[in-house]
C-alpha cells in the first residue's frame, strides 16, 4: 500500500509524458522513489533526540545508493537488450541525412532527435484530448486542465501537499495562459501539446523555467549554485557524476547555472545533447565529426552498451522502419 501511490504516480508521469529520454527519465524516477522509500523505512521511526546527525549521515549513504540502483537499472537494460539490425539503422541514418551528402552531424542528430520528439507527443495527443475534454467540445479550458491535475491526486494529500498543489495551479495557469497561442481562453490539441510539452513550446517553457528558477534560487540572486541546483541540500556530498553534470551545464564556466541554461536542461535539449555526444564517440570511427551509414549499421553492437541505444529504437519505432 505504501509504494501504491509513488509507483502510479511514475508510471503516470511516463504515460503522460513521453519523452524520447527513457533511462534518463527512469533514473530520476527511481532516484525520488529511493528518497521516500529511505525516509519512510529508516527515519520515521527515529527519535528527536540525535536526529540530525542521523539524517545528515543516511542522506549520504542515500545519494550513494541512488546512483548504485541508476547503475544497475541501467546494466539490467543493456543486458536485456538486443542489437538493431544494421538495415534498421541504414534507413534510419537515410531519415537524418536531410541534405542527401551521405553523411551526419550532431547538429543534424539534434535537430532530428527534436523533432522525433515532436512526433512522439503528438502520438497520443488525441487520447490525452479526450482525457482532459470533459465538454467534449474538442477543445480544453483551464478549468478542465486544473480539474484534469486534481483527478490525478488520491485524495488523502496533506495539508502541505495541498498547499504545493494550490501553487501549482498558479504556474500551471500562467502556463495555460502562455500555451493559448491565439488569446481565446481555450486550447486546441495542437497548443494542448506545447502545455503538456513545455519543450514543444518557447513561451511555456519560459513559464517553466521561471518557476523553476524562482523555487531553487535560495539567494535570489537569479542563478543556480550546485547545491541550489540539485535541491538546496547541503548535507549531501553530490556525487562526481553530478559534479560533472553541473559543469557540462554551466556553458559559461562561471560556477552557476544561468536562466538560459536551465533552459536547456528543462527543455531535455541538454541531456538529449549529452547522449548524442557519446554516441559520436562510439560511431565516428574516422573522427571526422560526421556519421556515415555504414558506420552508424556497423556499429549496432557497440552502440548497446550506450543510452544512444534506446534513442534509436524509438525512432525506429516511430518512423515504422
Given at each position: 500500500d505504501f509504494l501504491a501511490k509513488p509507483l502510479a504516480q511514475a508510471v503516470y508521469r511516463c504515460q503522460r509524458r513521453r519523452l524520447l529520454c527513457t533511462l534518463p527519465l527512469m533514473t530520476r524516477t527511481i532516484r525520488w522513489l529511493v528518497a521516500v522509500l529511505t525516509t519512510w523505512v529508516l527515519v520515521a521511526p527515529i527519535e528527536l533526540a540525535g536526529a540530525d546527525d542521523f539524517l545528515a549521515k543516511r542522506q549520504e549513504e542515500e545519494a550513494d545508493a541512488e546512483g548504485d540502483m541508476e547503475e544497475e537499472i541501467v546494466e539490467e537494460q543493456l543486458e536485456s537488450a538486443e542489437p538493431l539490425k544494421p538495415a534498421l539503422l541504414l534507413a534510419l541514418?537515410?531519415?537524418?541525412?536531410?541534405?542527401?551528402?551521405?553523411?551526419?552531424?550532431?547538429?543534424?542528430?539534434?535537430?532530428?532527435?527534436?523533432?522525433?520528439?515532436?512526433?512522439?507527443?503528438?502520438?497520443?495527443?488525441?487520447?490525452?484530448?479526450?482525457?482532459?475534454?470533459?465538454?467534449?467540445?474538442?477543445?480544453?479550458?483551464?478549468?478542465?486542465?486544473?480539474?484534469?491535475?486534481?483527478?490525478?491526486?488520491?485524495?488523502?494529500?496533506?495539508?502541505?501537499?495541498?498547499?504545493?498543489?494550490?501553487?501549482?495551479?498558479?504556474?500551471?495557469?500562467?502556463?495555460?495562459?502562455?500555451?493559448?497561442t491565439n488569446g481565446d481562453g481555450t486550447l486546441d490539441e495542437a497548443e494542448l501539446m506545447g502545455l503538456l510539452f513545455p519543450e514543444l513550446n518557447e513561451e511555456v517553457l519560459k513559464v517553466t523555467v521561471d518557476e523553476v528558477m524562482l523555487r531553487k534560487d535560495a539567494d535570489k540572486d537569479g542563478l543556480l549554485t550546485l547545491t541550489e541546483f540539485w535541491d538546496n541540500s547541503e548535507e549531501i556530498e553530490r556525487s562526481d557524476a553530478e559534479k560533472e553534470e553541473f559543469k557540462s551545464l554551466d556553458a559559461d564556466g562561471d560556477g552557476k547555472i544561468s536562466p538560459a541554461e536551465l533552459q536547456r536542461w528543462e527543455s531535455g535539449n541538454f541531456q538529449v545533447e549529452q547522449v548524442m555526444r557519446n554516441l559520436f564517440k562510439v560511431v565516428d570511427k574516422d573522427g571526422d565529426e560526421r556519421i556515415t551509414a555504414e558506420e552508424l549499421a556497423s556499429a549496432n553492437k557497440e552502440l548497446m552498451q550506450s543510452e544512444a541505444h534506446w534513442h534509436l529504437s524509438d525512432w525506429t519505432s516511430a518512423n515504422e522502419l
Open positions: 541514418h537515410k531519415k537524418m541525412d536531410r541534405s542527401g551528402s551521405g553523411k551526419v552531424s550532431l547538429e543534424d542528430l539534434m535537430t532530428f532527435a527534436r523533432e522525433m520528439g515532436k512526433l512522439t507527443a503528438n502520438h497520443d495527443m488525441a487520447n490525452i484530448m479526450e482525457e482532459i475534454d470533459s465538454s467534449k467540445d474538442g477543445l480544453v479550458q483551464l478549468e478542465e486542465h486544473l480539474e484534469d491535475l486534481l483527478r490525478q491526486l488520491d485524495g488523502d494529500e496533506s495539508e502541505e501537499e495541498m498547499e504545493d498543489f494550490e501553487l501549482r495551479k498558479v504556474v500551471e495557469s500562467k502556463k495555460f495562459k502562455a500555451a493559448d
